[in-house]
């Protein structure tokens, strides 16, 4: 079983819909969980940070912990094309400074 | 705003060269990393300092090596460049433990 799992999509939703982009994670001890947007041929861009349970909610985007279940959920509502990219889910595992990614939800938002 | 840089955005090397990539972080920030990114394996730490003269070994160290002589700097270094290390390297720095990661722009290595 892989550290950090994602569905690789492809995820198309219209434009205006609400994006559910969702993350299991396998060690129960992890304590930081992180959202990257990643334009093709960009480097990764932080979108959220969460560190508890429950939801956080940043503009359009609102990321939600569960750590009972060990997955952590990213919501975009009011997609829009330039929402369009791959969306990287990044858990620290153990304790200390290594984090793992998993390997991206590719995201279309059609106009 | 957090600036990441790298010395190269492209760079096309030969199999057997030492090749060396610089990372320069302007925030003060304690962490530094380095990855790959491949396609369809995502992206794999190779490794990290948490200090200066600090390092500790990732994922797939084999064929690396890296140098942190000073905190805003963190250089890779491959000692002999061999074709399946052609990738996108990606840098980034961090705050502190369990904190977020700031990435560079990537420099896409490509060693024929």
């Known amino acids: 079983q892989k550290e950090v799992e994602q569905n690789s999509g492809p995820l198309s939703v219209p434009e205006g819909a609400i994006a559910s982009l969702n993350c299991t994670y396998s060690?129960?001890?992890?304590?930081?969980f992180f959202w990257y947007r990643q334009y093709s041929g960009k480097s990764p861009e932080l979108i959220m940070s969460?560190?508890?349970?429950g939801d956080k909610e940043d503009g359009r985007f609102t990321a939600q912990l569960n750590k009972a279940s060990q997955y952590v959920s990213l919501l975009i509502r009011d997609s829009q094309p330039s929402d369009s990219a791959t969306y990287l889910c990044?858990?620290?595992?153990?304790?200390?400074?290594?984090?793992?990614f998993g390997t991206g939800t590719s995201l279309t938002v059609i106009p | 705003d957090v600036k990441v840089t790298q010395s190269s955005r492209y760079l096309v090397k030969r199999t057997g060269e030492k090749v060396f990539l610089e990372c320069v972080q302007d925030?003060?920030?304690?962490?530094m990393f380095w990855y790959r990114q491949d396609p369809g394996l995502g992206l794999r730490l190779i490794y990290f300092?948490?200090?200066?003269?600090?390092?500790e070994k990732g994922d797939i160290p084999e064929g690396y090596s890296v140098s942190r002589e000073k905190k805003e700097r963190f250089s890779l270094i491959l000692e002999s460049a061999s074709t399946n290390q052609t990738s996108m390297y990606l840098c980034?720095?961090?705050?502190?433990?369990?904190?977020?990661?700031?990435f560079g722009p990537g420099t896409r290595l490509t060693v024929t």
């Open positions: 980034a720095s961090s705050p502190g433990t369990l904190r977020e990661q700031y």
């Open positions: 060690d129960r001890v992890s304590q930081s």
């Open positions: 969460i560190y508890s349970n």
């Open positions: 990044a858990v620290n595992i153990r304790t200390g400074n290594q984090f793992y």
């Open positions: 925030m003060d920030h304690e962490n």
């Open positions: 300092s948490y200090d200066v003269k600090m390092k």
